[in-house]
């Protein structure tokens, strides 16, 4: 679903990202795990089309990533850290425009919005604005957003950042029973080490703009003989997890 | 997926529209707001003008339509940086709508929106007293939101590239030379040689004067075609622009 190689991306002096390799199946949920200014949105916003890589390349949902990203977009869906909803227009007016930007009908895309609002326990907030909704029904929504075109592969970046647990493990749930219907593909970041360890299949350990370690939690734990992906973590980059973190 | 084929971009564009024109329709201050400026000028300014023997209202009306598309236009840029703000610009830019119909949906509504404006602003001159052709009226409003959608694109594209806080300092010391060298409060006719040279290279000044020409029912005259070749390039280039920013921020 996604095969990277050689990424980098250079912003002026800085070299934020410094040739990554990835590859993810279809219907795996892999997490990419790292410290804040590590290169995971940078790499997410280019595995998306928001930015252009300054080498390397990538085929992302069997579409090549330079040369049709357009293509790319049909079959990806994204959800931005901090959120893709102006606070004060209807919630339902945005939901529609997203629908009919990706070819919907104006009344395929109301049932499809009804639909999603329902599985994501979201009914009845088509008139309301953003602003409006609670941190967690913002989140789902968001990931509704996401989801009307019913992509292959899903970006989620930060996804859980300002939650409160409860809502938290109630998302990391709602991402697996996605998968597990629609077998939809997940690629995540998170500064949350619990967040991959109960979520992910793989996580990916992204230091300084580079794939530092891989493999699933439990295969990261023994082979650094630790009890948590914290103390992996903290092998690995030298680092607390959650330094420098800003949420 | 739903769709292998994707959208037309006609389809795309008609949602767009659609949903930018809801979103300003919610302010309708900033609609009423927009065109206050040359409401005053034809009101307090206009009875002066109309007795100056400089001109008619004629001469003045396509002035103020001028200045408001340029001026309301200017500063419509101002709207993207919230899109941009709460990730709404991020997310349209992740769906497959084409680039050049992100910045469409946008400009045509402020086409829209500076229509209903200018519809008002010539109302109310005739009213004052302004007296000119219905079809020069209607091509001049044509020609008047053809410059606008070009004025809104390159405000948008500041909007994009400079910082937040220097946007409404840096369009507003623009578009004020750029109006008074247009020639759109008084005619260009009156100005010293240096002054006239100026304007000529400014793009605004064609506009006003074949809006003026319309107004007159001089359709086949040399300023209306230099208003309209001068304009439409203006808009082509202006829209290019504007595209090729909302694909930058790709790079």
């Known amino acids: ?247 | 997926m739903t769709t292998l084929t994707g959208p037309t971009t006609a389809h795309t564009l008609a949602a767009l529209i659609g949903y930018h024109l809801r979103g300003t329709l919610k302010n309708r201050f900033a609609i009423v707001f927009g065109a206050v400026q040359p409401f005053l000028y034809l009101v307090l300014f206009g009875p002066l003008f109309d007795r100056s023997g400089v001109g008619s209202w004629a001469v003045l009306v396509p002035g103020l339509l001028v200045q408001l598309g340029l001026m309301s236009a200017g500063m419509v840029g101002f709207t993207i940086v919230f899109d941009q703000r709460f990730g709404v610009l991020e997310r349209l830019r992740v769906t497959p709508a084409s680039r050049v119909a992100l910045l469409l949906g946008r400009v045509f509504k402020d086409g829209l929106v500076l229509l209903v404006q200018a519809v008002v602003i010539i109302a109310a001159g005739f009213f004052l007293g302004l007296r000119a052709p219905l079809p020069g009226v209607l091509l001049g409003l044509l020609l008047m939101v053809v410059l606008s959608v070009g004025m809104a694109s390159l405000s948008y594209a500041a909007a994009l590239t400079i910082k937040q806080e220097l946007f409404a300092p840096v369009m507003s010391t623009v578009a004020i030379p750029l109006m008074l060298l247009s020639g759109a409060l008084l005619p260009m006719s009156l100005a010293p040689a240096w002054l006239d040279v100026v304007s000529r290279l400014t793009p605004f000044r064609y506009a006003v004067e074949a809006l003026r020409a319309l107004f007159a029912g001089a359709y086949a005259s040399p300023d209306v075609l230099w208003g309209v070749l001068v304009t439409s390039a203006f808009v082509v280039i202006a829209v290019a622009m504007g595209t090729r920013i909302f694909q930058r921020e790709n790079s």
């Open chain 1, 1 to 247: 679903m996604i095969h990277a190689r050689g990424l980098t991306k250079t912003f002026g002096d800085v070299e934020a990202v410094r040739g990554i390799d990835l590859d993810v199946s279809a219907g795996e949920i892999v997490g990419l795990l790292g410290p804040n200014g590590a290169g995971k949105t940078t790499t997410m916003r280019m595995l998306t089309t928001l930015l252009r890589p300054t080498s390397g390349t990538a085929a992302v949902a069997g579409c090549d990533l330079l040369a049709d990203p357009a293509d790319v977009r049909r079959h990806i869906g994204y959800v931005a850290q901090g959120g893709m909803i102006g606070p004060f227009s209807p919630v339902g007016e945005e939901l529609e425009l997203q629908a009919r930007l990706y070819g919907m009908r104006r009344t395929e895309a109301g049932e499809r919005v009804t639909r999603l609002l329902a599985e994501l326990d979201l009914s009845g907030v088509e008139r309301r604005i953003a602003a409006s909704l609670s941190g967690g029904q913002k989140r789902r929504l968001d990931i509704a957003m996401g989801l009307l075109h019913r992509p292959d592969l899903l970006f989620l970046d930060e996804p859980t950042t300002g939650l409160d647990p409860q809502s938290r493990a109630d998302l990391w749930e709602r991402v697996r029973r996605r998968r597990e219907q629609d077998g939809l593909t997940v690629f995540l970041t998170t500064h949350y080490l619990e967040e991959a360890d109960a979520l992910c299949d793989r996580v990916l350990i992204v230091d300084h703009g580079r794939i530092v370690a891989s493999g699933t939690p439990r295969e990261l734990k023994s082979a650094y003989g630790a009890a948590t992906l914290d103390d992996v973590f903290l092998s690995v980059t030298g680092r607390e997890p959650r330094e420098g973190a800003a949420a």
